[in-house]
């Protein structure tokens, strides 16, 4: 273990691990008043419940750290298995929750697999073209994966989940189009992928009602929600107060008027607001340029990588991230619709700070292999 942790990428190490302290004391911060005042518990509740997934995620580290990148791919295929069929059992048995159909509750957790189906999906489709990179120049070896997603992607839209879905295809697509397939087959796809999505849109304005609840179809009036501030502008009326509130420096850890019950869950989805409010615009654009230099770091470890699987898993997770770190601002800026998008490393969420810490786990599993191969060859 001394030696794996030799050659971890400590930059990447160090920022991720004040990163996971600052959202820990956020979410204390964010969530306290919300705990006691509307859902009756301590107000440590959901700041005690995130420590436990960040220690489960620390015991989930030093085991998986310890694994090679080519035994995560083939335990993806079971992984893969598990986690599809637990989609289906969700829509089928399982009652909604928030009007959608995405968890398990395990009595004081809940699980939702269309996270952890994401990680898992970056590795199975590394770990697949790796396989078949002698054959990826023919249509069966190159459309089979698609197909694959596709159906998953489906699956969880019916939930309905659009955050997850749109963030599970641009994954796909993303990697599809990094490894070496011939671009006659790349073209093919994007004509074939174009149709689905025609298809899908008539689909959707033909039955939207059915596939999403009103209140998601409301979500994409984004423009002037100030003028719905107490219908269904409130959400992002009272991000840009909270925001306003802040000012260039906040006013002071702990000090947020927006949490007092004017924010829906002002600790997940929406706890950036609640850190400009507090801490200032300055602390805001701080930790996105933390967010950016956690992105150069992985992209240089898939870059440095001795392995195509190594390379993808990297520049997938980088993906991963960025998309979650995008939608969420996005959203917390009106520019597109809220989706309910956790932020990395802020919100809080056992699900997603687990499959977050598994995915920067696999990525520093790759900065290992690349090392203990480079050290070989001196």
């Not at 959202?23 to 005042?37: D, E, H, K, P």
């Not at 990680?119 to 459309?143: M, P, R």
């Not at 009272?238 to 002002?266: F, H, M, R, V, W």
Request: with cysteine; net charge positive; hydrophobic share 55%.
């Amino acid at each position: 273990m001394r030696k794996t942790f030799k050659y971890l990428d400590k930059p990447l190490l160090i920022v991720t691990i004040l990163l996971f302290i600052f959202g820990l004391i956020m979410i204390f911060s964010a969530s306290n008043v919300i705990a006691y005042m509307s859902h009756e518990v301590i107000a440590s509740y959901y700041f005690l419940k995130q420590a436990a997934f960040l220690f489960a995620g620390l015991v989930l580290f030093m085991i998986m750290i310890k694994i090679p990148t080519k035994t995560y791919g083939i335990l993806s295929w079971l992984l893969l298995i598990i986690f599809s069929v637990s989609l289906v059992i969700l829509l089928i048995f399982i009652a909604p929750k928030n009007k959608a159909q995405s968890w398990f509750d395990l009595g004081p957790i809940s699980i939702q697999p269309s996270e952890f189906i994401k990680i898992i999906v970056i590795v199975w489709l590394a770990y697949f073209y790796e396989t078949h990179q002698k054959k990826l120049n023919t249509y069966a070896t190159s459309f089979f994966p698609i197909a694959v997603c596709l159906l998953i992607a489906f699956l969880i839209f019916i939930q309905p989940d659009l955050g997850t879905t749109i963030i599970f295809s641009s994954i796909v697509a993303a990697i599809f189009f990094a490894v070496p397939i011939s671009k006659e087959i790349k073209k093919k796809t994007v004509f074939l992928l174009l149709g689905l999505v025609c298809f899908a849109a008539v689909i959707f304005v033909g039955a939207g009602n059915q596939l999403l609840q009103d209140r998601q179809l409301e979500r994409f009036n984004i423009f002037n929600p100030c003028d719905r501030l107490l219908t269904t502008g409130n959400q992002v009326c009272n991000c840009y107060i909270a925001i306003n509130n802040g000012g260039l420096t906040g006013t002071g850890l702990g000090n947020s008027t927006q949490k007092y019950l004017y924010l829906p869950e002002p600790y997940t989805d929406f706890i950036y607001a609640i850190i400009v409010e507090e801490l200032g615009i300055l602390t805001g654009i701080a930790l996105i340029l933390a967010y950016v230099f956690i992105l150069f770091r992985i992209l240089l470890i898939g870059r440095n990588s001795s392995t195509n699987r190594g390379a993808t898993m990297c520049y997938g997770i980088a993906v991963y991230i960025f998309l979650h770190v995008a939608i969420n601002l996005l959203g917390i800026f009106g520019l597109i619709p809220m989706t309910g998008v956790p932020l990395p490393f802020m919100s809080y969420g056992g699900s997603f700070t687990i499959c977050l810490i598994a995915a920067l786990t696999i990525v520093q599993r790759v900065s290992v292999e690349n090392n203990l191969i480079r050290e070989g060859t001196r």
